[in-house]
Each structure stands twice: as C-alpha cells, then as structure tokens.
C-alpha cells in the first residue's frame, strides 16, 4: 500500500504539529484548514501563528480549504468536532485508506470512542490511532518525541509508523486501539484533576496521589472497555498522563489550575481558554464508568466540580473520607 502522501484534516495546533512530522518524515503533506487567511499564511509565510506562532513550517507541507486524494488521511480536529469533519469529506477520500483519529477525547451523547465515530462515518476505511506524550510545539519544533501508533494490522502498522517517523518524531506500533484511545481520553480529565489540585495549592503530594490512583482507576477503565493494561504502561498511558498531569504547558491542566484558583466553568471560557478535551470527556467517561460499573471515583469528582461548581476543597474532602481499602 502506497504511503507517499499525507493529508491532515485541520489546522489546528496538533494537525499542524503532525502535518510538520509528516513533512520532515519526507512525504508530500497537505494540511486542510477552514480558513482561507490561514491557509494562505501557511503557503505564503510557512508559518501558522495562531495555532503555533512564529515556528517555521516544512517546505513539503502546502495548506488547502479542501481535502483531496491522498494515501494516508490523519484526522485532527477535537473530538467533538470528528464526527462532523469526517461527514464533510468526500467518502471516496476515506474509503480503503488508512485513517489515523489524533483526537483525545470520547464523543457527548454516543460515549463514542474515536475509532467508533470512523466505523459509523467511514465504515470502510482502515482505523488507526495515535497518542502519547506530545505536546503540538515540541512535535512542530523537531524536540525528540515519541507515540503510540495503534492499529489492527501489524505489518501496515509498522509500515505506517515507519512513513511517519523521522529523526525526533518516534511512532511504536501497536495492537490496541481501545486501551490507547480510553487512555488518551482519560488522562485529560486526570490532568484537570491535578491542575486542579495544584490551583488550590493542596500540595505535591495530593497531586501524585492523584496521578496513581488515576492510573489505577484508567487501568479499571481501559480493561472493562476491551483494551489491555499493558496499553497502560506505555506511552499513551503513564506516559502521557504524566506529561499532561505535571505539565503547564497542557491546556487541560491549565484549565484545572483556574477551577483550583475558585474561577467556574463558564468563567473559564469566557476568559478565551483553550481547548481543554477533559471538559467534554468528564461526563462521558462518568457515564461508561457507571454503565460498566467501574469504581471511578475521580472521574466522578471531576465530572461533579465541573457540571456542579463544587469548589475543590469540599470534593477532596469527600474523596479523602471514602471508607478506607486495600490498595490492589
Ligand atoms: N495540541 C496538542 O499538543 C495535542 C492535541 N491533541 C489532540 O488533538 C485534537 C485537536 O486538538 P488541537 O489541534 O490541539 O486543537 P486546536 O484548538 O489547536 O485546533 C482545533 C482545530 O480544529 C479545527 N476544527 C474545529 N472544529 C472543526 C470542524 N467541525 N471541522 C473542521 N475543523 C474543525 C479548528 O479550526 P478553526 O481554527 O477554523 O477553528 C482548528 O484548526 C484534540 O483532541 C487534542 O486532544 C493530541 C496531542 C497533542
Ligand atoms: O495531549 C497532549 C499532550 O500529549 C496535549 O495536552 P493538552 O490538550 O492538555 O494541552
């Protein structure tokens, strides 16, 4: 199967990043955004300063308002928006190709996981997903980086983490689709826990104690849903929930930061923060943990502090008077 060429859909900072690794990786890459001053930036200036200010992009990626034919279709609008980018393409673009869901996060009402919406939207494509530790300006600016790469078919795995991979950009192929996609979901609503924990300045223990039981409760997760717990131990697992716990860097924590400082949900936005995937994820993956009857705990408090506006100190409080367990 042909691997040369690349087209990202949208342009935001992390179809960027991945569109700059493609490009540096040597395939011909076309990134697709909506907006028409954007994608003129990015052809004329090679720079995309809303998503990624002043980094210089690669030569060998071009921008365009439509998708065309390529080999290889990554997918990387916020999982909200997936459903609704994919309906807007061309079916024929998807249909017998490999298709790779970059978004983090499970989709409101369906409580579908990335690879579920492609399975509705494009039942003929081939599902793949990336995640791990990767932040969009470390990928976009050449900083060592690696992933996970998950897909069904291990030899084309393989051959796509090999058309994808450069000297910073490090993709492992993998089998589990499930465990890295509820991973990757999962670590967002953890990282506003912890962003959170720190905004009330509870301490660096109550964040790590925070991080192990999440890992804990998304290993709970992971294997009820149908994936594997050694997904957890690699880079969409402890990897990437480490980075986005301990990380300021990542909007979700930074978005747990201001619910910590005692500012509300619709505050938040209002003040223009970023994407923060966590947000929308909270009560989807409070709902799968309830349906599979998965003890989840923190997903619950972090579902209740965001749709409730309990404040963080009356939340702790609740999860430190849980009656006392055995840890395994
Ligand atoms: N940024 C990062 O470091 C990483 C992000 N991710 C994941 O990537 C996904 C995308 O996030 P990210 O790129 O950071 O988000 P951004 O907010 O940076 O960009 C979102 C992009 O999606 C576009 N978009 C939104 N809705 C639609 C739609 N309906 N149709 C087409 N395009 C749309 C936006 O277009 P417009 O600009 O026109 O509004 C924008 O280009 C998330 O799930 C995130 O968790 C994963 C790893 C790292
Ligand atoms: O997924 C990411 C890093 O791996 C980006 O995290 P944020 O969306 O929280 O910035």
Not at 167 to 193: C, M, Q, T, W
Not at 214 to 242: I, P
Not at 261 to 283: D, F, H, Y
Request: with cysteine; charged share 15%.
């Amino acid at each position: 199967m042909p691997l040369e060429t690349v087209s990202v859909i949208g342009g935001g900072s992390w179809g960027t990043a991945l569109a700059q690794a493609a490009a540096m990786a040597g395939r011909s890459v076309s990134l697709v955004a909506r907006d028409a001053a954007q994608v003129a930036e990015i052809n004329t200036h090679h720079t995309n300063q809303r998503y990624l200010g002043e980094q210089v992009l690669h030569p060998g990626l071009s921008a365009s308002l439509v998708a065309s034919a390529a080999d290889v279709i990554i997918l990387a609008v916020p999982a909200q928006a997936s459903r609704t980018a994919l309906g807007a393409l061309d079916p024929a673009l998807l249909a017998g190709k490999p298709v790779i869901l970059s978004a983090k996060g499970l989709e409101a009402g369906t409580l579908d996981r990335q690879s579920e919406i492609l399975a509705d939207m494009a039942p003929d494509a081939i599902p793949y997903v990336l995640s791990g530790p990767s932040f969009a300006a470390d990928v976009a600016a050449g900083r060592p980086t690696a992933v996970t790469l998950a897909g069904d078919d291990a030899t084309l795995t393989s051959a796509l983490a090999a058309a994808l991979a450069g000297p910073s950009f490090r993709p492992y192929a993998a089998d589990d689709r499930i465990g890295v996609e509820i991973a990757g979901a999962l670590k967002n609503v953890y990282a506003l826990a912890c962003g959170a924990v720190d905004g009330a300045n509870l301490g660096a223990s109550a964040r790590a104690a925070l991080l192990a039981r999440g890992y804990a409760e998304m290993a709970r997760m992971v294997t009820a849903m149908g994936g594997s717990a050694t997904t957890l131990t690699g880079l969409a697992g402890l990897g990437d929930l480490t980075l986005t716990c301990t990380s300021v860097q990542s909007r979700n924590y930074q978005f747990g930061m201001a619910l910590g400082r005692g500012q509300t949900v619709e505050q938040i936005i209002a003040s223009g923060a970023k994407l923060a995937e966590g947000v929308a994820t909270a009560p989807v993956a409070d709902a799968l943990a309830k349906s599979l009857e998965v003890d989840a705990p923190l997903i619950a408090a972090v579902h209740a502090v965001l749709s409730q506006n309990i404040d963080i100190a009356t939340i702790v409080a609740g999860l430190m008077s849980r009656p006392l367990k055995r840890e395994d």
